[in-house]
C-alpha cells in the first residue's frame, strides 16, 4: 500500500477513535486514514472495561447502550485483612463490553469519512518536506504512507513516538504489570466494584473484581513487579487470589497487560505529531483508569490538529494548545494523583486495616472523600506531613 492522507491516526482504541471521529466532524475536507494492527476492532479485549459516568457521557451517550455490560452504582474497597469500606453510592459508572464499544466509535467515524485499515502495522517514520514517511506492514505486505500529520494513539507499547524522537521512556517502579481472568460462576455484588488493596494480595497496586454479568465478573490485579515478592508475576498472584476468593469460579478469558502510572510525558508533541492516550501516559497514575481519559485526549488532539490544519501549518509550535488544554482538564490533577500514589506506598497493610476501620465509623450516606481523608488525618496523624506535602 502506498498513499498519501492529510492525518494518519495509529492504532484504534478509544483515544484513536474519538480523535478520528472528532476530527472528520471538525475538519470534513480533512483526509484522515486509521491504522489498525489487531486483525479486530476493539478485541481482544486487555481491559478491566471499568469507566466512569461522568467521563463517558461527555463523548458518548451511554444510554441503553449495548456496549453496556453492567451499570455500577456502588464501589466497595477491601483493606487488606477484608475489613469492607463501601463509599459511593448512585450513578456510580459502567462496565463496558470493549469488543462492541470500540466498534461503535469506529462506525461513527466511518460513517463522517474516516478510513480504516485493519491488521497493518506501522514499523517505522520518517520525516519529509510533506510531513512523515510512516512504514507499515500488513497482510497485503509491506507499504509507505505520507502524512501531514500522524496523531500516534498507540497504546502502552506505543513506539510512534519514540521513533519519531520523543522521550517516552518509563521507570518500571512506574509501570505496573497487569493480569486478569474473566470468571463465571461466582457470587458478588452485581451493582458494585471490588477494589482489594494490600501488599499480598497485589503489591504495589490492587486486585479488582468488575461485574460482567450477575455471575460473571472481570477478575484481575496489577502489581509493581520490582516490589513483588521473589518476582512471582501478576498471574501468580492471580491466581493465589482467585483460589483464596472464588475457588469454585470457571475462568473463561485471560489477558495481561501493563499500565503506566505515572504523568503524562514532558513533550507529548513534536512536528507534524501528536501523542494521546496511553502513549502520551495519560492513565490515572491512582486508579490506573485510562479509557476515557485516552477519549478526552482524542478529542482535544482533534480540535488542535484541525485547527492548525486549516492554517496549512502542523509544526509543534502549532500543535502545542493540545498539551496546555489536556494538562488545565486532567494532566495537573494526574500530577498530584500521582503524588498521593508516592505518598500512600509508604505506608503498610495495617495502616490500611486501620484507616478502613476508621472510615467505617463515618455513617455510609457521609463518606465524601474529603471527610475520608480527614478521619484519616486525626487518627492517624503520621500522615499529616505526607499529604500536606503531596497536596500542596
Ligand atoms: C489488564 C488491564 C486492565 C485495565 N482496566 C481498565 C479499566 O477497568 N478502566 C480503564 O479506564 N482503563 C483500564 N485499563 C487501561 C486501558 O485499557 C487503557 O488506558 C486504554 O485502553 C487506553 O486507550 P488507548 O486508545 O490509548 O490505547 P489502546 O486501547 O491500547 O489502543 C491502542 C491501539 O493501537 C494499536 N497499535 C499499537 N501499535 C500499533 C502500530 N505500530 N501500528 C498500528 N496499530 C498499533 C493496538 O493494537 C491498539 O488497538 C486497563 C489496562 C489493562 C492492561
Known sequence: MTRRCDVLVVGAGPAGLVAARDLTVAAPS??????????????????????????????????????????????IFLS??????????GDVGYILDRSRFEPVLAEQAGRNGAEFVIGCEVTGVERTAYGWRVLTRGTGGEGTIDARLIIAADGVESMVGRWAGLDTRVRSRDMESCAQYVVGGISFDPDAIYLHFGDEIAPGGYAWVFPKGTDVANVGLGIV???????????SYLDRYCDAYFPTGVKTGYTVGGVIVSPTLPQIVAD????????????????????????????????VA??????????????????GAWMRLLGDDHVRFFRIKEALSRFDDPFFDSLARTVN???EHRRTL?????????RNPALLPVVAKYFA
Open 272 to 303: 507534524g505529531l501528536m501523542l494521546c492516550g496511553d502513549a502520551a501516559h495519560m492513565i490515572n497514575p491512582l486508579s490506573g483508569g485510562g479509557i476515557v481519559n485516552a477519549m478526552k485526549s482524542g478529542r482535544l488532539a482533534a480540535e
Open 306 to 323: 484541525a485547527t492548525a490544519l486549516r492554517y496549512g501549518d502542523a509544526s509543534a509550535s502549532r500543535l502545542r494548545p493540545y498539551h
Open 370 to 378: 474529603r471527610r475520608i481523608f480527614a478521619s484519616a488525618l486525626v
Open 225 to 235: 513487579a520490582l516490589r513483588a515478592r521473589e518476582g512471582r508475576s501478576a498471574r
Open 30 to 75: 480533512l483526509d484522515v486514514l486509521v491504522l489498525e494492527r489487531d486483525r479486530s476492532i476493539g478485541s481482544p479485549v486487555r481491559c478491566g472495561e471499568g469507566v466512569g459516568s461522568q467521563g463517558i457521557v461527555e463523548v458518548i451517550d451511554p444510554t441503553d447502550a449495548p456496549w453496556i455490560s453492567r451499570r455500577i452504582t456502588r464501589v
Open 361 to 363: 465509623g463515618i455513617p
Open 80 to 89: 487488606p485483612d477484608g475489613t469492607e469500606v463501601r463509599v459511593a453510592e
